[in-house]
């Protein structure tokens, strides 16, 4: 499984942009990068994935370096209801797709 | 539509006691992923089931863990003759099948204490 580093924690002021960076640097060629976050008291949920190209959807972005070895969650404006742990996971190639949940970033969102 | 659902939310049992956790993934879904949480140890992996097969039980603690599927709808996980350091949140997810780019959606976990 690639290896991960994430910082453990991050400050953001809401309605502010946030960017939660994720080094992956052992990452193989045909792995997918995985965004999952939890919130307290809740099952993870999933936010974003992507492979190579930048990705855009209701939730979030994702900006993949074009080395592929770190990745940057990007949420745009911080709602309070975003204040959560945010785990990067490249899924690699072994059948069965389990999540490797590493310790993520605890975002916390001030009002 | 219904999303994954957990039962029960909360169990707690004395050590030494078999307990089962049940989870109802989302209707069509192939793929059934347990995990656990605990304070010391983080999300870890448990086993997933492909439709009623279980080619993974690699994250399984111990032979007191056991999980089935039927039908390739409900699975249970079983754990035997508990233990304190078996006190944790268990959280199952599903997905339409095993790929890379597939999502898994989590239920809201089941809170097991081992007193």
């Known amino acids: 499984d690639a290896k991960t580093t994430q910082p453990n924690s991050m400050e953001s002021n809401e309605e502010e942009p946030v960017h939660l960076p994720c080094n992956h640097s052992t990452i193989s060629g045909t792995d997918y990068i995985h965004w999952y976050r939890q919130l307290p008291s809740q099952g993870p949920e999933y936010v974003i994935h992507g492979l190579t190209s930048n990705v855009n959807n209701r939730m979030a972005s994702l900006a993949i370096a074009e080395d592929r070895k770190s990745s940057t969650l990007i949420l745009h404006r911080a709602t309070l209801r975003d204040a959560a742990v945010y785990y990067c996971?490249?899924?690699?190639?072994?059948?069965?797709?389990?999540?490797?949940f590493g310790k993520g970033t605890k975002l916390t969102v001030n009002p | 539509g219904a999303g994954v659902s957990q039962s029960p939310s909360n169990k707690v049992t004395e050590k030494g006691k078999d307990v089962e956790l049940r989870c109802d993934p989302i209707?069509?879904?192939?793929?059934l992923y347990w995990y656990r949480q605990s304070l010391g140890q983080g999300l870890e992996f448990l086993i997933y089931?492909?439709?009623?097969?279980?080619?993974?039980k690699s994250g399984l603690p111990s032979d007191r863990f056991s999980a089935e599927r039927t039908g390739g709808s409900v699975s249970t996980l079983t754990i035997q003759r508990t233990q304190q350091e078996d006190s944790a949140v268990y959280l199952c997810?599903?997905?339409?099948?095993?790929?890379?780019?597939?999502?898994?959606?989590f239920g809201p976990g089941t809170r097991l204490t081992v007193l």
């Open positions: 089931f492909q439709g009623n097969s279980a080619p993974d």
């Open positions: 997810a599903s997905s339409p099948q095993i790929q890379k780019d597939n999502e898994q959606f």
């Open positions: 996971i490249p899924l690699t190639q072994g059948g069965s797709e389990k999540l490797v």
């Open positions: 209707s069509g879904h192939t793929a």
